[in-house]
C-alpha cells in the first residue's frame, strides 16, 4: 500500500475561466474595474478607450485616484484568486460597503484582452506587474507561472490603473467589437451602475438607509476608430428620467414583511390626490422566506402618443446634451432604460433592470391582464442588504442572484407592491376614461342614450346666434319631437345592451366554477359510465336464470345510478342561472334558499378543505326582486374567495348571517380567514385587482359581485375584522 500526501494544484487556466467563462461579457469586466475603484475609496474612475495604430492594439484602462495597493497588498490579496479580504473587512476606510467579496472580478479583465498591466501607487511607492494571458496559457499549473512584481519610488498620487491591451486587431475588428449599439449599451450600463441619488435620499427620509458615497465616472475615447466617438469625454450621469414618471409606488418594507409605501399620480398634481400612504403586511408562501429589509421605488410610464408629450413636458431632456428632446428620442430614453433593478446598497447587481431581462415576468402578466404594466414601462429600482442579513446571494458569474427562497420571496414582495400601484392607476385611468370603464355599467349607459345635454347644447346656442325666445321653443318642441319619436327602439337597444353586458359577467362568474362542475360531474358519470355495463350484464343474465341475490344487486344498482342521474341534474340547475343566453325578468326569491343553493354548488370542496359553515337567519321567509343571475354571481364569488384565502388557516369558518329591517335586507358574509391586507379597501371591487400572493387571481370576481348588487338596486362593501374579513350585503325592498 502507497499513501502519498499531495497538495491541490489550481491549473493555469484558471485565471482565463475566471475571466472568460464565469464572467459573461466585456460590459461586466468594465463594471467590475469601476467596482475596485469604488472600494479603493477613489473619488472617481476614469475609463478611456484607446487605439495604438502603429502596433494595432486596442488598449482600455481604468484609472482611479483611491488609496492605491502596496506591494504586500498585490502579492498577498490582488494575485489571489477568490481571496476573502473584502469579505472579511465589509467596509472601506471610508466606510463605503465593498462590492468586490468574491475576489475575482479583477480577473475579468481577461474577458477585454490578452495582457493585463496594473500599475498601482500607495505612500510614494509604485508597484508594477505585467500579466500576458497567453503566456499564462502556455504553462499547465498557476505555481508554474513566474510573475515580476516590480517596487520603485516615485512623487505621484495615491491611485491604480488597470490597462488591458487586445493585442493585433485591425480598426475594421475594433469597430466590430465595438460599434455604436456596443458603446451605447457600455453607456447605459454604466449609467445605470449607481443609484441614483434622489432615490436614495427619498429612502433616507422613510428610514432606510442605503451606504453611499460620492462616486463620478468619465468614459474617454482618445484615438478610437469609430468616428461618432473618437475623441470624445462623457460624464456619466443617471438618465434624466426618473422623475417625469406618470404613477409611481415607493417604500421600505421590514423584514418582518410590514411594507409602508406612498403612491402618486403626476396625472393629478392640482386635486390633492397625488400621494397616498399605503399600509400592507406582506404574506408569503411555503417557497418563500423573507428577504430582510428592502426598499422599492418603481415607476411607470405610459407610452402612448399623450402621454409621451406629458413625459417630455416634465423636462426630459437628453443626457449628453441637456437639450429637451422630441417624441421620438424620448422614446429612445425609454427604451434604453426601462426594466427594474436590483441594487445592493449604491450598486446594480447585473442583469436586473436590463431591458433584455424581464425578472419580474412583467410582460407574461400582460398578456395574461391587460391592465398590468409591461416591461417597457417601468423603471423601478429595488435595494437589498448584505448576502448575511437577506439571504440574498450573488452568483460568482455575476449574472444574478442564487435562484433560493430568499429570491422567491423577494419577487413576491415586488409584485405585490407593483400590484397597488397597477390597480391605482387602472382606477385612475378608468375615472379619466383613458380605456372603458366597467364600473357603474348601467348608470353609464342610461347617460349614453339620455339625449336632454343635447336639446340643452342646441338651445344655447340658438340663444348666442339671437334667436328670439318664442322661436326657440318652436325649435326646441321639433326636436324634442324628432329626438323622442324612436324613444321606444332606444330603449329597446339599451335594455338589450344591458343584457349582454350582464350575460357576458354572468359568464365570467360561470367559468370562474367551471372546476367545480367539472369535479361534481365527474365524480356522477364515472359512477354512472362504471354502473351501466355492469347492470347491462345483470339483467342479461337474469333474463336466461332467475337469481334472488343478482336481482337485489341490480335494484340496488339501478337506485344508485338513478340517485347520481338526480345529482347532475341537479347540480346543471344550480348553474343554470349563470349559463343562460338571456336573463329573463325580475322575480322574487328566497335569499336563504338561493345562499343556500350557492353553498351547494361549492359542496365538495367545502368537504376537502375541511371548511364549516353557517347560514342564520331569523326568517327563512326572507325575499328579495331581482334575478336568480345576479344572485348566484354575488355569493359564488364571495364564497369561491373565502375557499381560496380559508386553505392555510387551521380552523375554518363562514358564516352568513341574514336579517331585514324595515325597507331594507342585510347580509353580513364572514370568514376568519387572513382578512384584508393594509388600507386598501377602496379598491377590493376594482377590476383586475387582486391581493392572492400567487398572482394568479383574476381581480373580476369582486368586481363582478359589485356589478350585479347595482344591478339589483343594492351595494357591497368590504370591512376587515381583527380576524378574518366580511362583506356587507344591502337589498333594498319597495316599500
Known sequence: MTTLTKSIRPAARLLRTIGQDLVKDSYAAIVELVKNAYDADSPDASIKFNYDNEKANLIIEVIDQGHGMSLDTIVNKWLVPATDDKLLRKKSSKNRALQGRKGIGRFAASILGDIIILSSVQDGKKTYLKLDMKKLAEVEFLDQFKLEVKETDTDKKNGTSIKVIKKNVTEKVVNDIWNDKQIQKLLTELRNLLSPEEVYKAAEQQGYEISHDSFSMTLEFLNFPNPRYASRTINLKPFPILSVYDYKISGKISSKGNATLYFENQNLPNLGLEKIEVNIPISRKENQNRPGEIFIDLRVYDRDPSNIDNIIKRGLKDPDTGEFVGKQDARKILDETYGVGLYREQFRIRPYGDPSFDWLDLDKRRVQQSNKVGHNQIIGLVYIRSEESSGLEEKSARDGLVENNYYFGLIHSVKVVLNELEARRSQYRRLTSKYFKTGAVDAELEELFDFSSIKKRISTQLLKHGLSHGNLLTVEKVVSKELESDSEKKSEYLRKIKETIATYQGQASLGKITHVLLHEGRKHIKYISETVPRITSWAHKLGQEHDN???????????????????????????????????????????????????????????????????????????????????????????????????????????????QEHNKVFVEFIDNGPGFEGNNLELIFEPNYSMRPDQKGTGLGLALAGESMKRMGGSISAQSLERGACFELTFNLEE
Not at 340547475?573 to 353553498?599: H, T
Open 549 to 659: 341475490i343478482l336481482e337485489e344487486k341490480l335494484r340496488k344498482r339501478s337506485q344508485s345510478v338513478k340517485e347520481h342521474t338526480k345529482g347532475l341534474t341537479k347540480l346543471f340547475k344550480r348553474i343554470e342561472p349563470l349559463a343562460r343566453v338571456r336573463k329573463g325578468s325580475v322575480k322574487s326569491y328566497n335569499l336563504v334558499d338561493q345562499v343556500s343553493e350557492c353553498f351547494d354548488i361549492f359542496q365538495s370542496e367545502l368537504k376537502s378543505e375541511n371548511i364549516v359553515y353557517k347560514i342564520n337567519s331569523p326568517s327563512n321567509d326572507i325575499e328579495i326582486k331581482g334575478y336568480d343571475f345576479d344572485i348566484m354571481t354575488v355569493f359564488s364569488n364571495l364564497l369561491e374567495n373565502s375557499i381560496y384565502w380559508l386553505k392555510d388557516q387551521d380552523e375554518k369558518l363562514i358564516s352568513v348571517d341574514i336579517y
